[in-house]
């Protein structure tokens, strides 16, 4: 069965007079690293809290459609059970540190203490996920003197080290410095590579087409695109949907490269460079 | 908003974490009112803001954590937690009740506060000081009462009046003022009422 | 980063008692002082809060606490002397102005009670990491929601406070006057408070949202990376109170 499965999704933010998310259908299945991508007001951070439950659970308002998380249907469960099969990392830093424990150690280890692990399982658990996001070096250290790169491992860790198969990401490295993002975008690959289903919200397209099996292209809530790098950033009405395709695809459709035996553009360095050397030869 | 839900204990998340932030802000309150020299307290402001956003039970709960923080550095401060509860439910009720809906409507329930907190802590003070509130100017208007009169209730009430009325007029001003520049979904956080609709 | 917890790490007997067990302490120097009000008990009891305070080597901290209480305290002495009403026995005159004994016995009263109260809280106070007592709360029953509310106030605010530093800055290097008569400071007070505030909420969303996704509402019961921390004494020190309180109800009765 499909890791996560959205039908007909609707939802309104109370308040609010337009439809946030307007009948979104899509599957992902297990394994896959999709991106989402859109405008800034197009519904990304909401779909990913949609994914979760925060969406309808935490703010209310009206909802409609479903969407099935490994088999969970998200409107019927609570937060806190769906926080066991989909995790979620938000683009501050800061606020995800809960504020109520010394060390990063302890920090990690509050989502086990909250979904009630066995202590030995809270501690293995913990060791596995400190070394994953090479951050054992400040397991001592209390969480607000980290660096914005270390917080956000942090917050992946003790997301991962509650197991969930399908990581959310809204945005993870906006608010880090240039290094800081390697550290996390790395971090997110390798997770990946182990099998875990990432869901990653972003405007770093470059990114995008690195790292994403396939790409949805939201704008006013609805579904434009879904489908691999290479096609949706070959869309002429890209601009349209106020998204700027990676700079190497916009070089090639400027120099008209596409890449060799296909109707489509190249989106990664390596993938102009072969096009552009092609094309010179 | 509704009523009936003003008084529903299990609280959100939400309103659970604005418990600490509304310590924070009385802190800092505090801190800024000694950096400017006023001759106030302003110590309350988060109180009456979480009991604004969050409703009575929030309001008291915050007042109540933080006296019991403050009590961790000044053990007295502890014995009036139950000013501070009493100044959130106040301020909770009056709110929810619609009652504080304009800058008008606000100065009167500043001095509403005002006259609660000074009820509840008087006999505090009577308690524990024998009446004297710890502020200089209060604690010289008390002695000229006592000196001229042999009442040591009335003496207190006045020493309370004259320094909790103005400080809580001027919180309940400011908390207002800054809770009418909120953005509206922050405030939409905090109420209890919303169920979810389906669109189905 | 600074807290704003008193806790002092000293290797004493006193840290090594539950925090519990303190906190039935404070209500056990409040309590015997009004079941037999007299001033050799309450002198006893100060001397044995005091007498701990210096056994858990803390008693150094204690002073700013108790000079700032002094200061109120020596008004109350001199206000109560001079001027509570039913003063009558003078004790000595100063020029127009005489000390009445009455005043100065009620002045003392009140001196030992506040002096019982805050040494019994200080030795919970100074002895005990804020984290350690809400975790014994909780393990008794008390609602791990609440005991997260107590425990992040102490590390949000040195947050909070040194946000507020930032925006200080900021706005006077904008040019905003901190100085002046009353109505000029009044005016500089919003802008100051104003932004920490709305921070800080749009920061209790997200914080609120990153707790829910870490579990906070599980209905699971919750367990502890620590194992229950093992205090020694507990039980003794709790009956040996429990049964000096009785023994005090028993005197005043039959006595």
């Known amino acids: 069965m499909k890791k ?56 209310k308002g009206a909802y409609g459609g479903k969407v099935f998380v490994d ?111 390697e550290e996390v975008f790395s971090a997110i690959q390798k997770l990946s590579k182990q099998g875990i289903t990432v869901i ?82 | 908003m509704k009523n009936q839900s003003m008084w529903s204990l299990r609280l959100s998340t939400a309103a659970l974490v604005l418990i600490p932030v509304a310590v924070g802000v009385n802190y800092i309150g505090k801190l800024i009112a000694a950096f400017l020299k006023l001759p106030l307290w302003l110590d309350s402001i988060g109180t009456v803001l979480a009991a604004m956003l969050g409703g009575p039970i929030v309001g ?16 007295i401060s502890f014995v009036y937690a139950i000013t501070s509860v009493a100044i959130g439910l106040a301020v909770g009720i009056l709110f929810y009740k619609g009652y504080i809906s304009s800058w008008g409507k606000a100065i009167v329930a500043g001095l509403i506060i005002g006259l609660v907190a000074t009820v509840v802590s008087t006999p505090l003070n009577i308690g524990f000081w024998g009446g004297q509130t710890g502020n200089v100017w209060g604690d010289a208007l008390f002695a000229f009462i006592l000196a001229n009169t042999d009442s040591t209730w009335l003496a207190s009430l006045l020493d309370e009046l004259v320094v909790d009325v103005p400080d809580k007029l001027l919180v309940v001003l400011i908390s207002f003022g800054i809770f009418k520049g909120l953005p509206r979904n922050v405030v939409q956080l905090y109420n209890n009422n919303e169920k979810i609709e389906t669109l189905d | 980063m600074k807290s704003i917890s008193l806790y002092v790490e000293r290797d004493s007997f006193i840290h090594e008692v539950d925090p519990i067990t303190k906190m039935i302490y404070i209500l056990f120097a409040l309590l015997i002082p009004i079941i037999l009000p007299s001033f050799t008990i309450s002198f006893l009891c100060l001397g044995i809060s005091l007498l701990l305070l210096v056994m858990a080597k803390v008693i150094r901290k204690t002073v700013p606490v108790f000079s700032f209480v002094f200061l109120v305290l020596i008004t109350v002495v001199i206000i109560q ?87 200080t800055d900021a706005q006077r290097a904008r040019g905003m006057e901190t100085e002046g008569n009353v109505i000029v400071r009044i005016k500089a007070f919003v802008p100051l408070l104003g932004p920490v505030i709305l921070g800080s909420l749009i920061n209790t969303k997200e914080r609120a949202m990153a707790l829910e996704v870490r579990g906070f509402n599980s209905r699971a019961p919750k367990t502890y990376l620590y194992e229950e921390k093992t205090y020694t004494h507990g039980r003794l020190v709790q009956s040996v109170m429990l049964l000096l309180v009785v023994g005090a109800i028993v005197w005043r009765i039959f006595a």
């Open chain 1, 71 to 181: 088999g969970l249907e998200v409107k019927s469960h609570s937060i806190a059970e769906i926080a066991l099969k989909v995790g979620m990392v938000f683009q501050n830093p800061f606020t995800q540190v809960t504020g109520s424990k010394m060390s990063v150690y302890e920090e990690i280890a509050f989502g086990l203490e909250n979904i009630g692990l066995p202590r030995l399982e809270i501690i293995e658990r913990t060791n596995y996920v400190l070394n994953l996001l090479k951050i054992e070096k400040v397991k001592d250290h209390n969480p607000f003197d980290l660096s914005g790169g270390q917080m956000q491992r942090m917050a992946i860790a003790s997301i991962i080290a509650m197991k969930p198969d399908i990581l959310v990401l809204d945005e993870p490295t906006s608010q880090l410095d240039p290094a800081g993002s």
């Open chain 3, 81 to 167: 002397g001079l001027f509570k009403p039913e003063n009558e026995t003078v004790l000595f005159q100063m020029g127009p102005l005489a000390m009445y004994k009455e005043g100065l016995l009620y002045a003392l009263t009140i001196t030992l009670r506040v002096m019982n109260i805050v040494s019994s809280f200080m030795i919970l106070v100074l002895t005990t990491k804020p984290s350690d007592l809400v975790e014994a709360l909780v393990r008794k029953g008390m609602s791990p929601r609440i005991g997260y509310v107590i425990v992040s106030v102490f590390q949000i605010i040195p947050e909070m406070m040194s946000s507020m530093g930032t925006i």
């Open chain 1, 200 to 281: 990653l919200a972003e405007h770093k397209m470059e990114k995008v087409a690195r790292y994403c099996d396939r790409v949805l292209l939201l704008n006013n809530g609805k579904s434009v695109d879904f489908d691999s790098p290479e096609k949706v950033f070959s869309r002429k009405d890209l601009e349209d949907h106020g998204v700027v395709a990676p700079v190497y695809t916009r070089v090639c459709k400027a120099l008209g490269v596409k890449m060799a035996a296909s109707d489509y553009y190249p989106v990664t360095l390596e993938d102009a460079e072969r096009a552009l050397r092609g094309r010179m030869e």
């Open chain 1, 4 to 59: 996560i499965i959205v039908e007909g999704l609707k939802y309104k933010y109370p308040l609010s007079d337009t439809l946030a998310l307007a009948d979104l259908s899509f599957e992902v299945s297990e394994g896959e690293f999709i991106g989402i991508i859109g405008e800034n007001s197009a519904g990304k951070s909401t779909l990913c809290q949609a994914l979760v439950g925060l969406v309808p659970h935490f703010y």
């Open chain 2, 60 to 75: 008291a709960l915050a007042g109540a954590i933080n006296n019991i923080i403050y009590g961790f550095t000044d053990p």
